[in-house]
């Protein structure tokens, strides 16, 4: 532990006096911020905290598997994450969880984990949505970006301008107009309007495939 409040923190121990759950868990979540190696550092902390008889708290987890999602460890995040659960604590870490987890292409997964939290009550975050869809749509998974915006808009989320723009740009790219223009369609109802760039491109596809969403997209910008 090389910085100041790490050396005081275990000075004060070193003195006899007993770090409160407080001190515990704001130390983890430095730990958890910094280098790996500091993880197993984290996890030590968060061990000896919970066998010192302070009860694992919404903040100590959350703050433990936040740490663990940030440096790719989401199988042990999830395990953490199950405890919680089990113990009756309220999971808070959905966006850290269910964000790496699609960095990483573990849709199926992070989908799972979508639903239970659904099934919790715990309503979805808007920009959570927005950065789910744009992650998957880069990573390729398209159709899996489609059913998220499907499901932000059963739920009367408005997505970013940014997200339906990333979408129309994957299914043009991969040739599906069909659906792109229904992402455009429900762009423009909402207000949106599409850049300049996107546009000519996706006019260009309609044009190269003799489309008859030509008049469709022209009329959402004129």
């Known amino acids: 532990m090389r910085h100041e409040g790490f050396r005081i923190f275990n000075d004060l121990k070193d003195r006899g006096y007993a770090p409160d759950r407080v ?5 983890i979540h430095g730990l958890c911020k910094m280098k790996i190696g500091n993880l197993e550092e984290a996890k ?6 919970c066998c010192k008889g302070y009860k694992e708290t919404t903040v100590s987890c959350n703050t433990m598997i936040r740490g663990l999602c940030l440096h790719g460890r989401t199988e042990k995040a999830h395990v953490l994450f199950e405890e919680m659960a089990e ?8 966006t850290a969880h269910i964000e790496k987890l699609c ?17 919790r009550g715990v309503e ?19 159709a899996e970006g489609m059913e998220w915006l ?13 997200t339906f723009e990333r979408l129309i740009q994957c299914l043009s ?18 207000g949106y309007t599409l850049r300049e760039c996107i546009f000519h491109s ?14 469709t997209c022209l009329g959402g910008v004129l």
Not at 87 to 94: E, L, N, S
Not at 113 to 118: C, G, K, R, V
Not at 131 to 138: C, D, K, M, V
Not at 202 to 215: G, I, P, T
């Open 23 to 27: 001190m515990y868990t704001t130390m």
């Open 44 to 49: 030590e902390l968060y061990n000896e905290m």
């Open 87 to 94: 113990k009756g604590i309220a999971p808070a870490t959905y």
């Open 103 to 119: 960095e990483m292409g573990d849709v199926d997964e992070a989908k799972e984990l979508w639903e239970d939290m659904q099934k």
């Open 124 to 142: 979805p975050a808007v920009c959570t949505c927005n950065f789910i869809i744009t992650r998957l749509s880069n990573k390729g998974y398209v």
């Open 150 to 162: 499907a499901a932000m808009l059963r739920r009367n989320l408005k997505p970013q301008k940014q």
């Open 173 to 190: 790219q991969g040739d599906k107009l069909d659906e792109a223009i229904l992402v455009l369609d429900y762009m423009f109802n909402i």
């Open 202 to 215: 996706l006019v260009d596809k309609l044009c190269e495939q003799n489309s008859d969403h030509v008049e």
